[in-house]
């Protein structure tokens, strides 16, 4: 089974864009080196916070720096091919490259939506800001194809509902747990900022999981359960995305060890869960694209389907 994107040739333009700038972003924080060396600053709380002072996030303090790093090179290195393979796969018409394309992507607005937030002010200011937009487009419109298939059949048996629905509903659970034990007990001791908040204006990265991205994940997991096309659709681009996101995670964790930062436990935790991401989402991938291919399990507006079955 194949189909033709119906926005093919905006998201072959904006894929190039992306790539294009996302070379030049990783680009500069893989390889910019100027700067003094890393030095202490106390922040407007009185914290003491150490400062990167090398490169494109010489501002940064040096944790973030150092992961921040480690993020540009899955980007260049698996999430930048991925874009080019997800490319490729819908000038092919292959079914499943528009779930990878909407996955990665995500990843892409993620990814930028951080740096655009977080990152200390740099003269790549204008490159995230391109690559947020560029990638919320993206993600619109590969969204946008899916919902545009005719038909989606959502009882094929190699789907694993349960699965993947209660995955992403424990992982949003634990990291809200996560996070709201680095938020809420400062509030409750009346110290109100929590030590991780360092020199930055607020918890960005707590900010936008809490409030967004986790929200998102959970009703995509309980849409999952259900079997519904909105969970078939949004819940294996969200695994797409998450599986992308944990190597990221992988390697930040990686390269902080290198640093001399204690990583045990959550060296072997987080690289365990990334594993297990990869493989739903390949899993994923392939029910929906190659054996869908094989067995009619899929059928696209204009196309027809009479073995669908599907709500």
Not at 43 to 60: L, P
Not at 140 to 160: C, G, H, M, N, W
Not at 281 to 289: C, D, E, N, V, W
């Amino acid at each position: 089974m194949r189909v033709k994107s119906n926005n093919r040739k905006y998201l072959f333009a904006i894929g190039v864009l992306i790539a294009l700038f996302s070379l030049i972003a990783t680009g500069f924080g893989i390889l910019s080196d100027f700067g003094q060396g890393s030095f202490q600053y106390e922040s407007i709380r009185g914290q003491t916070v150490e400062i990167y002072g090398i490169g494109i996030y010489g501002h940064m303090s040096s944790d973030v720096a150092i992961q921040g790093i480690a993020q540009d090179f899955i980007t260049l290195f698996i999430a930048l091919p991925l874009l080019i393979l997800s490319l490729i796969g819908i000038s092919r018409a292959r079914p499943e490259a528009l779930f990878l394309l909407a996955g990665t992507i995500g990843y892409f607005f993620v990814t930028y939506l951080f740096y655009t937030a977080m990152g200390m002010y740099n003269i790549l200011f204008l490159i995230y800001v391109s690559l947020l937009g560029l990638s919320f487009f993206g993600l619109y419109l590969s969204v946008s194809d899916l919902f545009q298939i005719k038909r989606l059949k959502t009882s094929v048996v190699s789907i694993p509902y349960n699965w993947v629905g209660w995955f992403l509903i424990v992982n949003s659970v634990l990291i809200a747990v996560l996070w709201l034990n680095i938020i809420i007990p400062p509030l409750v001791d009346g110290t109100i900022y929590p030590r991780e908040l360092q020199h930055y204006t607020t918890l960005i990265v707590q900010g936008f999981d809490l409030g967004l991205l986790l929200p998102t994940c959970f009703v995509s997991g309980l849409l999952f359960l259900k079997k519904t096309l909105q969970g078939l659709i949004y819940g294996t681009i969200y695994i797409v995305f998450l599986a992308i996101l944990m190597s990221a995670l992988s390697a930040k964790i990686i390269a902080m060890g290198l640093n001399g930062v204690n990583i045990f436990p959550v060296v072997f935790i987080i690289p365990t869960i990334n594993f297990i991401t990869i493989y739903t989402a390949i899993r994923l991938l392939k029910s929906l694209g190659f054996r869908a291919g094989r067995t009619g399990g899929i059928a696209y507006a204009g196309g027809s389907d009479p073995f669908c079955g599907c709500r």
